[in-house]
């Protein structure tokens, strides 16, 4: 089973960009389906965006347009551009590894510990 770990969070002005990457332990990274999900306070965690093992790519409405999600295997690492952010993208952005690039949380079974996004108006 993979380990994940985020980097790249940080404090923001709107209208800024910030790329998240997560970096995986072992061997078998390209046999996973990843994703990003997010948790601002006082909500639940919400899809962000997915990529599969051959690289397709799905986005919540939210972020369609403005964030970008990418993989390279021989890094082990899932990256999250985002681009135009706002104050609405303020959250704890967490990765996630499951076997099919889908919405739901349930599908994934292995979590990064968060990194912290927050973006100033």
């Known amino acids: 089973q993979v380990q994940l770990v985020e980097s790249g969070g940080g404090l923001v002005q709107a209208g800024d960009s910030l790329r998240l990457a997560c970096t995986a332990s072992?061997?078998?990274?390209?046999?996973?389906?990843l994703a990003w999900f997010r948790q601002a306070p006082g909500k639940g965690r919400d899809f962000v965006a997915a990529?599969?093992?051959?690289?397709?790519?799905y986005y919540s409405g939210s972020v369609q347009g403005r964030f970008s999600i990418s993989r390279d295997n021989a890094k082990n690492t899932v990256y999250l551009q985002m681009r135009s952010l706002k104050p609405d993208d303020t959250a704890i952005y967490y990765c996630?590894?499951?076997?099919?690039?889908?919405?739901?949380?349930?599908?994934?079974?292995?979590w990064g510990q968060g990194t912290q996004v927050t973006v100033s108006a």
């Open positions: 990529i599969s093992q051959n690289y397709a790519a």
């Open positions: 996630a590894a499951g076997q099919t690039a889908t919405r739901g949380p349930g599908n994934y079974d292995t």
């Open positions: 072992g061997r078998t990274f390209n046999r996973y389906a």
